[in-house]
């Protein structure tokens, strides 16, 4: 079953039951909530997404509630719960959905060691990936929505997820968070793609989530083999700049944006340099999305024959 | 800082990879990374090279294998590197110069 499968009342009735699962690539999520805005979002947001309405093994248990007390009634909050333990200060109900986006990515950094995580956008294209390491604000969820609206398969606007034995990349297809102006860059950009209704006053500004492409969640379980690490830095009026990146410097910013590499030990020194080896590296500077897009596709051309 | 007889091993909990012309090393009991330069990757290939059991090799040792002498490695050059893969940990003395 999809999650379009059911209506959004169904949903909302389910959610606000017994819970419901939705997959997302390699891991199952176990939500619940009452709140109809969570229902809502997951309509909107994973259409595609496989979702199961019974019991059963989930990797992750979370919530959405609300707080007991006067924050019921009075500037109402919302909790996020993990295994039924609040793990973030509340936030103001309106914020309820970009809440489940932000502690569902939570789950997985702080829960998941059989992969090796970095902070980073990952696109692919006939099997090759193209990962993107950054900061916050760096543009790589901006870069990475223009890139899946362009016809790169989306794995991840913000985790790397790197298969301990293989080194292949494997992805979640969640939805990609857009953030301030990139909203209106992407809805610009990308005039047919859905992109949800922006929450305001948030921690990070005014947010919104750019639907997956069905293609990107029919493939999401499919790996991809790393062949570009592109370090991507979105400055406004500068000229379009893909430069390449000594490789050594690149593994370095590579490790500074890992999750677990520290957790991991030697088997995470040899996955980063596999990828680092693997990957044409790149420093990418850029202000214009359709030239930045332009440039990873012809470095994308470079590659002769699909990985798989 | 030991003479130029004494003999180097690589410490067993280091793993390192060339990465282009640089080489990265990774101490699992430090967890720490680091980045050498081409005569301590050298250093460590003729090390990791050496025979199981022959306790190591001395400075004279390293100046004289093939990969040292093609990197142009001095004396002064080479010593320095081991101390300072010494100082990270990296390597270790197996056994003082007499």
């Given at each position: 079953m999809r999650v379009a499968d059911v209506s959004v009342g169904e949903l909302h009735a389910r959610l606000r039951g017994p819970g419901v699962t939705l997959v997302t690539g390699r891991f199952r999520n176990r939500i619940t909530s009452a709140m109809r805005p969570v229902a809502e979002g997951i309509a909107a947001l994973y259409p595609d997404f496989p979702l199961e309405l019974d019991g059963g093994f989930a990797d992750f248990h979370v919530a959405l509630d609300r707080p007991a007390g006067l924050r019921r009634w009075y500037r109402p909050q919302v909790l996020f719960l993990f295994d039924g333990r609040s793990v973030f200060k509340p936030l103001p109900r309106h914020q309820a959905y970009p809440m489940l986006e932000w502690g569902l990515n939570w789950c997985v950094t702080t829960q998941v060691n059989h992969f090796l995580l970095f902070h980073a956008a990952v696109v692919a294209r006939a099997g090759h990936a193209l990962v993107m390491p950054g900061e916050p604000g760096a543009g790589k969820s901006t870069l990475c929505a223009a890139l899946v609206t362009a016809g790169w398969r989306l794995l991840s606007d913000e985790l790397a997820m790197v298969d301990l034995d293989t080194g292949e990349l494997h992805g979640l297809g969640r939805p990609v968070s857009l953030k301030n102006a990139s909203i209106d860059v992407i809805r610009a950009f990308a005039p047919d793609a859905f992109v949800s209704e922006p929450c305001h006053d948030t921690l990070k500004g005014t947010v919104a989530h750019l639907r997956p492409p069905a293609g990107s969640v029919q493939d999401v379980t499919r790996p991809a083999r790393p062949a570009w690490l592109v370090f991507p830095h979105f400055e406004a009026g500068a000229a379009t700049a893909l430069i390449p990146e000594p490789p050594e410097r690149a593994f370095f910013r590579l490790v500074n944006n890992s999750f677990n590499y520290s957790a991991l030990g030697t088997v995470a020194f040899d996955r980063t340099v596999d990828l680092v080896a693997q990957s044409g590296c790149h420093d990418l500077t850029y202000s214009r999305l359709e030239e930045a897009v332009a440039g990873l596709d012809t470095l994308a051309s470079r590659v002769a024959r699909p990985a798989h | 800082m030991p003479d130029v007889c004494s003999r180097w091993l690589i410490d067993p909990l280091v793993t390192y990879r060339r990465l282009g012309e640089q080489v990265v090393a990774f101490h699992a009991g430090s967890g720490d990374t680091h980045l050498l330069s081409p005569v301590s990757g050298a250093i460590l290939d003729v090390l990791s090279s050496a025979?199981?059991?022959?306790g190591g090799c001395s400075v004279a040792d390293l100046l004289a294998d093939e990969q040292l002498v093609s990197a142009d490695a001095s004396e002064a050059g080479v010593t320095d590197a081991l101390v300072a893969l010494a100082e990270t940990e990296i390597v270790r003395v197996a056994s003082e110069g007499e």
């Open positions: - | 025979v199981d059991g022959s």
